[in-house]
């Protein structure tokens, strides 16, 4: 196939993707006729149906998963290009991407605050993703994860900081139902937590091991929807850094089975650029504070 399919092919993993023409089109900037006619062009030259049309959308052939797969593989080694050609200049400027979970995004502002007062030719791009973010492809410079080591290769692995984790409440919830004293009264009361099925938090897992499991009466994938819906008065839930807080008080200190690893990753390729590294000392700097 001519080098010069290669705006049709990324279109099909688009199509594939989204399982829209106007899904794809969004995604690709360009108008949903462009859309259908890279497909049909594709189809044409291909001798072969690369997907099946209906009233929902577009679903992929066998043929049309098989050349998605190979328009995914190929934009992320584009983008891996990107990432590494842009990180390997000499000088601290241009785009960094960090990516983190939202819940770390309050320990990282510090350092983000530093970059951004020490190099003010950067532009600093914070991804909040629940995903593990490819940086061997190129989604990001450097990640802040927590929870168990990384094991991806020819990732570079640093553990940033142990952080304690307690119990926390609001003022108004104590007011409505009082403070347990111990974990016996623990089910006596109402919690806020992760979403169950997808809770891989080491506090989060520990609660759900209680007999009788307390009531959870919200649940969210957002760490910041949490903390509200605790600071609402809602229910009890776990966090950190809130001992100055005056919308919440601690009800249970930390304990070592509720504590995560937080971890400091970038790829190897990039590890030794100088942005990067400005980056990796000055987030170890502002945490080690």
Not at 38 to 49: M, S, T
Not at 97 to 124: F, H, K, M, Q, W
């Amino acid at each position: 196939m001519a080098i010069e399919s290669w705006d049709e092919i990324r279109t099909a993993w688009h199509v594939a993707r989204a399982g829209t023409v106007s899904g794809a089109a969004e995604a690709l900037g360009v108008h949903h006729a462009t859309v259908i006619r890279h497909i049909d062009a594709l189809e044409a030259r291909l001798g072969v149906k690369l997907f099946q049309r209906h009233a929902r959308g577009y679903t992929p052939t066998e043929a049309g998963s098989a050349l998605a797969q190979v328009g995914r593989v190929t934009e992320e080694q584009f983008a891996q290009l990107g990432t590494r050609l842009t990180g390997a200049g000499s000088g601290i400027e241009g785009d960094l991407v960090i990516t983190t979970l939202p819940g770390l995004v309050p320990l990282l502002r510090p350092a983000l605050i530093e970059l951004n007062t020490r190099y003010p030719d950067l532009s600093l791009r914070v991804e909040t993703e629940r995903r593990v973010v490819r940086l061997e492809y190129g989604e990001a410079h450097l990640a802040v994860r927590a929870g168990s080591r990384p094991t991806e290769p020819d990732n570079v692995v640093q553990p940033l900081l142990r952080c304690p984790v307690a119990l926390y409440a609001s003022p108004g919830y104590i007011a409505r139902h009082g403070a347990p004293r111990d974990d016996a009264e623990l089910a006596e009361h109402l919690f806020v937590v992760e979403d169950v099925e997808d809770a891989r938090a080491p506090f989060d897992q520990w609660l759900l091991r209680q007999k009788p499991l307390p009531h959870i009466v919200f649940r969210s994938n957002e760490a910041a929807a949490r903390r509200a819906a605790m600071a609402d008065g809602l229910g009890l839930g776990f966090w950190y850094g809130e001992s100055d807080a005056p919308d919440l008080v601690e009800v249970m200190p930390s304990r070592p089975e509720w504590e995560f690893t937080v971890w400091l990753v970038t790829h190897v390729d990039l590890h030794r650029t100088a942005k990067v590294q400005a980056a990796v000392t000055i987030i170890k700097d502002t945490l080690k504070q």
